[in-house]
């Protein structure tokens, strides 16, 4: 492919700094600053963001043809971020620089594997092969403001309407398409997180495939990916989350995976490459490794996931975690595995919720195309009618106006 960093930078930083420098930064002036979409710098930078993930998954896409390597893809991704968020915010606040660049690292994530795939430099090549179901997913911040977005392709397919892809994978897709639609639909101001998660579910029962259990959605904060308000994929006995209200001006990452098979995806002996520093963890590390690598996180990572790819010393950082990881100063994102031959898909959007209604900043239909994909599936009354809900407010006429007329 011929989608590189540089011309995506270019091309991107010509359309994006002007309206990412008109906006003032937030500064802490002593006072507490509403940092939530409420304040309109917060705002643009989560919609900044939002448009570079969405300019990288365009690239990785491209990306992902017969023959390329996952790891080299997964670079790929990574250096396009860096690129690309360099280019905006450059000027300093009270003479420091605004942070800015990559808030998950791209994992490519290939059939049955669902999530966390993100080889280092030093593992073998894997190469795609046509007809393989790819799960690509990144993230990118903004002064601590993140976007993230997951997409599910397949390598050497051109699904259009004119021939759409049936069959499983055609009904799977079918189904993460309307999932999709419903979780922005209900992610809304008064509705509640169980309300989603069982809107959800009687999406996965129409189309007849499985929620993957342990997929969580989480409000996101300033430098936080996995907040506290928390959304089930699938209802589980053996995990609970407090229930609770939306409200106007939060974030929220979206998370929708499925399976044809039984939804309980698991880790394998696959070595975990993406961590997350635990910011209230602290232990007196005994390996020189492990100190390196303890530094490098604090310095470059302190609060969001990274990959052992970004480390400067790849073998030192990778023989050091394990202590890390044993004295939890470092959670593990291991990557997740359905059985051979089932079918899995995983999506993941951004979506604001503003006054005028819940915007979707990552992912899409610039990447989806639902008529590409068919099944013989009728969709539920229930779903049809939250599909059916609008999705913005429609603005009220001023009263001067209609005198007017």
Do not use: W
């Not at 390597?69 to 991704?77: L, P, W």
């Not at 970004?310 to 950082?317: G, I």
């Amino acid at each position: 492919a011929t989608f590189t960093s540089l011309v995506v930078h270019q091309s991107f930083k010509k359309d994006r700094t002007m309206a990412a420098e008109e906006a003032a930064p937030v500064v802490d002036d002593g006072e507490e600053a509403e940092l939530d979409c409420a304040n309109s710098d917060v705002c643009t930078k989560y919609r900044e963001a939002g448009k570079i993930a969405n300019k990288v998954l365009e690239g990785v896409v491209q990306q992902c043809t017969v023959g390329a390597s996952a790891k080299d893809i997964c670079t790929f991704g990574d250096t396009v971020i860096g690129s690309l968020t360099a280019g905006i915010y450059q000027k300093k606040v009270n003479g420091v620089a605004v942070e800015k660049g990559c808030a998950f690292p791209t994992c490519i994530s290939l059939n049955e594997c669902l999530c966390h795939n993100s080889p280092l430099s030093s593992d073998p090549a894997v190469l795609l092969a046509e007809g393989d179901v790819v799960k690509i997913d990144l993230g990118v911040h903004i002064d601590g403001f993140i976007a993230v977005v997951a997409h599910t392709m397949v390598v050497g397919a051109e699904p259009s309407a004119e021939t759409p892809t049936d069959g499983p994978l055609g009904n799977i897709m079918t189904a993460s398409h309307i999932a999709s639609e419903v979780a922005t639909k209900m992610i809304r101001p008064g509705n509640t997180n169980q309300q989603v998660t069982s809107a959800l579910g009687k999406v996965a029962e129409t189309f007849g495939v499985n929620l993957c259990a342990g997929v969580l959605s989480h409000q996101m904060k300033r430098y936080v990916i996995d907040g506290n308000k928390v959304i089930l994929l699938k209802e589980d006995q053996d995990q609970k989350v407090d229930d609770f209200v939306f409200e106007v001006n939060e974030t929220y990452s979206v998370d929708i995976a499925l399976s044809t098979g039984e939804g309980k995806p698991r880790p394998q002996e696959h070595r975990t490459t993406v961590f997350k520093r635990a910011v209230d963890k602290s232990y007196r590390l005994k390996m020189k490794a492990s100190r390196y690598l303890l530094t490098q996180v604090n310095t470059n990572f302190p609060t969001l996931p990274f990959t052992l790819r970004a480390m400067e010393d790849e073998n030192t950082a990778r023989m050091g975690v394990v202590e890390c990881v044993k004295h939890e100063l470092v959670h593990p994102y291991p990557a997740l595995y359905e059985r051979p031959g089932d079918v899995v898909t995983h999506f993941k959007f951004t979506v604001l919720i503003l006054p005028s209604g819940t915007a979707r900043i990552t992912g899409g239909a610039e990447f989806f195309n639902p008529a590409a994909y068919s099944s013989e599936v009728t969709i539920d009354e229930e779903t049809n009618a939250i599909l059916a809900m609008a999705g913005k407010k429609k603005k009220k006429r001023s009263k001067k106006k209609k005198a007017d007329e």
